[in-house]
């Protein structure tokens, strides 16, 4: 998909679209990017920085077109992921073996941390939110985290500023 506004996915989760839904309403003037790769956000970082980003890991960069992030806030040097249970734990989604569920767990763990590595390569701000399945996705929650999460992203950035 190329880089864009926010729009509704058919097959998002109901967390993701339900925060889809919020976002437009917690940052309404934002340009929210979803699901957008993560070799189009480094992309979108070198553009934004004009400087070229010092990768270290060229396996992460040629394997980074299959990752998405769910929305990328590029105003704020944001990505956010919306994680549900499968990201912690082994979970027999549609029946499958326990261990069909275990390997899946392994590999998405693998890949939460390739998406890590890739924000803080680019120097951006990750912010991940954990819905469970049981779990309705609650709007108040949601904002009061992710304002509390640029709240403190935002002082450690002025305290880096005032040592420099």
């Given at each position: 998909?190329?880089?864009?506004?926010?729009?509704?996915?058919?097959?998002?989760?109901?967390?993701?679209?339900?925060?889809?839904?919020?976002?437009?309403?917690?940052?309404?003037?934002?340009?929210?990017?979803?699901?957008?790769?993560?070799?189009?956000?480094?992309?979108?970082?070198?553009?934004?920085s004009r400087t070229a980003p010092e990768l270290q890991?060229?396996?992460?960069?040629?394997?980074?077109?299959?990752?998405?992030?769910?929305?990328?806030?590029?105003?704020?040097?944001?990505?956010?992921?919306?994680?549900?249970?499968?990201?912690?734990?082994?979970?027999?989604?549609?029946?499958?073996?326990?261990?069909?569920?275990?390997?899946?767990?392994?590999?998405?763990?693998?890949?939460?941390?390739?998406?890590?590595?890739?924000?803080?390569?680019?120097?951006?701000?990750?912010?991940?939110?954990?819905?469970?399945?049981?779990?309705?996705?609650?709007?108040?929650?949601?904002?009061?985290?992710?304002n509390g999460f640029l709240h403190s992203k935002n002082?450690?950035?002025?305290?880096?500023?005032?040592?420099?």
């Amino acid at each position: 998909m190329p880089l864009g506004r926010l729009k509704n996915q058919k097959n998002a989760s109901r967390g993701h679209s339900s925060a889809g839904q919020y976002l437009k309403k917690i940052l309404p003037y934002a340009n929210i990017l979803q699901e957008v790769s993560y070799k189009d956000l480094m992309k979108l970082a070198y553009k934004k920085s004009r400087t070229a980003p010092e990768l270290q890991n060229i396996f992460l960069m040629n394997s980074s077109s299959h990752m998405r992030a769910d929305w990328v806030i590029p105003d704020l040097d944001l990505v956010i992921e919306i994680n549900g249970e499968q990201h912690f734990e082994a979970v027999r989604f549609g029946g499958i073996s326990q261990d069909e569920a275990e390997h899946r767990l392994l590999a998405q763990s693998f890949l939460d941390k390739k998406k890590k590595l890739c924000v803080k390569e680019i120097g951006w701000k990750l912010f991940e939110y954990r819905v469970l399945h049981n779990q309705e996705f609650l709007y108040a929650d949601f904002k009061k985290s992710l304002n509390g999460f640029l709240h403190s992203k935002n002082r450690m950035i002025e305290k880096n500023d005032e040592k420099k």
